[in-house]
């Protein structure tokens, strides 16, 4: 099945740092939707994203909907320990089907 | 309200044994979906339930089965487990005409095979 080319697959920060993700996919989606993963939990929804070129922010975290409607970025400011886990997004085609990314592993370095 | 859950959190099962993996959602969301998630693979749909009284298959239906007992519960069940069926099993829900495309997943299973 169809996977989101989500990058990068890693990332590795300082506390205090801002983080960049991005996920692409040559389809189009009507919805981006980012979770978090923590390590032998389930993946919790951080942000939903609706309309193209919509920018939404929950706490430190920003994510915005690309305006082609086939890409969306994640965003988080001055990194804390507990952001540690993976992140990744899934996408909502015309046909009401998701489709998920294969996540970016956070690590942030006190 | 305590969103999706799933039960059992980690079963160990030997190749051949039958099982069902139980998910129950209070949010009264119409559909619900079953997933595995295996390393470096990302999440896979395994069958969903568009709404109550109907269920699809999705990308990897192969060796499971699923029964939408009512609106709250969707169950998916290994008929003769198999090594490859070792893996993390997420069940998810999601409101739709409800105004919100958002899916929420439960805890998740952990499954071993021998």
């Known amino acids: 099945g169809q996977q989101l080319n989500q990058s990068p697959q890693s990332m590795f920060i300082q506390e205090g740092e801002d983080v960049s993700m991005n996920c692409t996919s040559s389809s189009i989606f009507n919805t981006w939707l980012w979770y978090k993963q923590d390590p032998g939990e389930g993946p919790v929804l951080l942000i939903a994203l609706y309309k193209a070129g919509e920018l939404t922010s929950n706490g430190r975290l920003t994510a915005q909907f690309g305006i082609t409607r086939k890409d969306s970025f994640l965003n988080i400011s001055a990194s804390i320990p507990s952001d540690v886990g993976i992140y990744f997004c899934a996408g909502l085609n015309t046909g009401n089907q998701f489709y998920f990314g294969t996540g970016t592993s956070l690590t942030v370095i006190p | 309200n305590a969103g999706v859950t799933q039960t059992p959190k980690f079963q160990v099962l030997k190749t051949g044994q039958s099982m069902t993996l139980q998910c129950a959602q209070d949010m009264n969301h119409n559909s619900m979906y079953w997933y595995r998630q295996d390393p470096g693979m990302g999440l896979r749909l395994i069958y969903y339930?568009?709404?109550?009284?109907t269920t699809d298959k999705g990308e990897v239906p192969n060796g499971y089965n699923v029964s939408r007992l009512n609106k709250r519960e969707f169950s998916l069940r290994l008929e003769s487990a198999a090594p490859s069926q070792t893996s993390v099993y997420f069940c998810?829900?999601?409101?739709w005409g409800q105004g919100s495309d958002e899916q929420y997943f439960g805890p998740g299973t952990r499954l071993t095979v021998t």
């Open positions: 998810a829900s999601t409101p």
């Open positions: 339930s568009a709404s109550e009284g």
